[in-house]
């Protein structure tokens, strides 16, 4: 393990995450829909923000500590779910969970992980943890994997509303994504240059969908995991769903994929505890503002209803800083941390989350700041925002 003090930002993480990362996984994380201007907008965008810096201020005695939903948090940054995590690192869920717990903050499994619920459980003491749902058409599932995710502590239900279908990745089609690669002279070709990953491979029994196979009904080999997750996801989607799985969990619950004010307002009548502004990293709807471009008017729309959260383009602290000058209470990584996970797994996590927290605690200084919670738009600068 070299000397991690050396990378200092998240693009030194993804630049080596791209060399050790097959490049089908690596193109699966960091790719966007159709033309990815949604998904280069995300984090452009955050660039034209420019801060105010102020002088002559005490700095000392700096916090960046606030609540999420009610839970205690170090800085105000969750890790967001993302399907495959672990075929960017072997047991990369796992290693994402273990190294948001040491860190303070929030860890949010995918329903299309590669690591169970279970797993993540079991592997981190049974810590609590967040969990994204996708909405299938098979009831009976869900209803057992909301159940599951009750038996595995965790402490508030991610619900995703905006992937009813799946928007188009280009890259993935050209790359023929699958789980695990399939034995192609080109992958094969590609996974011999990426001695690393395919030992980390080799060392673990965890290679496809931990959530589902064994659990859905009829899927009993690859082949069928694959033509179930396809026929799986429900176009039919509506509020009605919300109030049920809201009913069935219980608990916290989330809706992620908020990107209009009336959807905004419709979030806070469900009940919901926190909706995050989200275009699913650009994943989905090519054409659609970034989320910090939309995140002002949903978090002016809804006041304090609701927690308003925001998802996308995050690549440093002072990402966050400006998510949380324009409204969002919270915001989620995705492609940050897989960056540091494919890097370096765990340590490479725990270094983009030390990245982060470092950038956010000078800026939020060096803009007369000491407390997170103290934090509003006029630490930006009028007309850039």
Known sequence: MPDLSKITCIEDLRAIAQRRVPKMFYDYADSGAWTEGTYRAN???????????????????????????????????????????????????ILGARAAKAFGIPFTL?????????????????????????????????ERLIDRAKAANVSALQLTLDLQILGQRHKDIKNGLST???PTIKNLINLATKPRWCMGMLGTK???????????????????LSSWTAEQFDPALSWADVEWIKKRWGGKLILKGIMDEEDAR??????????????????QLDG??????????????????????????????QDVLKARALGARGTLIGRSFLYGLGAYGQEGVTRALQIIHKELDITMAFCGRTQIDDVKSDILLPGTF
């Open 206 to 224: 965890r290679r496809t969908f931990g959530n589902i196979a064994g659990h859905a009904k009829g899927v009993k080999d690859l082949s069928s």
């Open 43 to 93: 984090e452009s965008d955050f660039q034209k923000i420019k801060l105010r810096q102020r002088v002559a201020v005490n700095m000392e005695g700096r916090s960046t500590r606030t609540t999420m939903i009610g839970q205690e948090v170090a800085m105000p940054v969750a890790i967001a779910p993302t399907g495959l995590t672990g075929m960017q690192h072997a047991d990369g869920e």
């Open 180 to 182: 695990p690669p399939k």
């Open 266 to 283: 419709l979030a806070v009548a469900s009940g919901a505890d926190a909706l995050i502004v989200s275009n699913h990293g650009g994943r």
């Open 110 to 142: 995918s329903t299309m992980s590669i690591c169970s619920l279970e797993d993540i459980a079991e592997n981190t003491d049974r810590h609590p943890f967040w969990f994204q749902l996708y909405v299938m058409k098979d009831r009976d599932f869900i």
């Open 288 to 317: 659609a503002p970034s989320s910090i471009a939309a995140l002002p008017a949903i978090a002016d729309a809804v006041g304090s209803q609701i927690e308003v959260w925001m998802d996308g383009g995050v690549r440093s602290g």
